[in-house]
């Protein structure tokens, strides 16, 4: 349980979660596959190796170098694709697709952080035009993403432009301690997957969420609370629904096309639920 509101004369803080696992229940840009297909986005073999991605993502079982290549992947598979027209597929189909994949444990957990006067900030591999609406939806304060280059026609080049990733998040907190005047020794963060340890180490309040194997050994060896979430709900039919007004998701350090992540620069995410302190 939260010890209670902010004392105000004090620095500010905030708590930091990772989507994929962490506050959705999969993967936040996979989910989206069927509407870019249908949308005309991506053929079905791209459908299929989506669903794919999907399954390995799920199973814990994407390693560094496959998620490299998927990376690789799907940056080549959203060039040329207008940006515009990703953003209204994902503004159309948001709360049929992530709605209902909304861990119960999470929200609540974001609800407790408001009422305890701290920011929320969402820190995603996935790309803008995914996390963005998502960070909304959930009333996030601030959202971290990965960008991708657009070019003059609006549409994809298919070139990263900032990877929002392992060390990269830890970077971005950083900044966003300085700009925003957060105390990270009183800030709290919350991930699934061992690529997060260096945001996880960037505040006082770590939290393994539905851990890796890697991650749930580190979080052992170093007394980090592990959290279990497992109970997906939609937000409308949660009692008491979230009592903070969603407010809009400004985009703290970039955030990509949900384009390039179309499937894979998410996977490198996995995430559980406790009090927190």
């Known amino acids: ?54 399954f390995v993502f799920l199973a814990g079982g994407a390693d560094h170098d496959q998620m490299e290549r998927m990376r690789k992947y799907l940056s080549a598979l959203c060039r040329g694709w207008n940006v515009q027209q990703v953003k209204e597929i994902v503004a159309e189909t948001l709360h049929d697709l992530i709605d209902p994949i909304i861990y119960d444990e999470a929200a609540t957990l974001i609800e407790q952080h408001h009422t305890a006067g701290r920011d929320v900030v969402i820190v995603s591999t996935s790309g803008a035009e995914v996390v963005e609406p998502i960070g909304e939806l959930l009333g996030a304060d601030r959202v971290v993403a990965t960008r991708m280059v657009v070019g003059d026609d609006g549409c994809f080049t298919g070139e990263v432009e900032y990877y929002a990733y392992g060390p990269t998040k830890a970077e971005a907190i950083r900044e966003l301690a300085e700009s925003e005047g957060y105390d990270l020794a009183r800030c709290y963060a919350y991930s699934d997957s061992a690529t997060d340890v260096p945001m996880l180490e960037s505040v006082g309040h770590p939290h393994a969420v539905n851990p890796d194997r890697t991650l749930r050994r580190e979080a052992v060896a170093r007394a980090w609370p592990i959290l279990d979430f497992h109970r997906p709900v939609r937000l409308k039919q949660r009692i008491p629904a979230l009592s903070v007004p969603h407010r809009p998701a400004l985009v703290a350090v970039a955030a990509i096309g949900a384009a390039a992540a179309t499937a894979g620069l998410v996977w490198y995410t996995s995430r559980r639920r406790a009090p927190v302190a």
């Open 1 to 54: 349980m939260l010890r209670g509101v902010e004392n105000h004369s004090l620095p500010r803080t905030a708590a930091f979660f990772d989507l994929d696992k962490t506050v959705i229940a999969k993967s936040s840009t996979l989910t989206f596959s069927k509407s870019f297909y249908q949308g005309g986005l991506i053929n079905r073999r791209a459908v299929l190796r989506t669903a794919y991605a999907q």
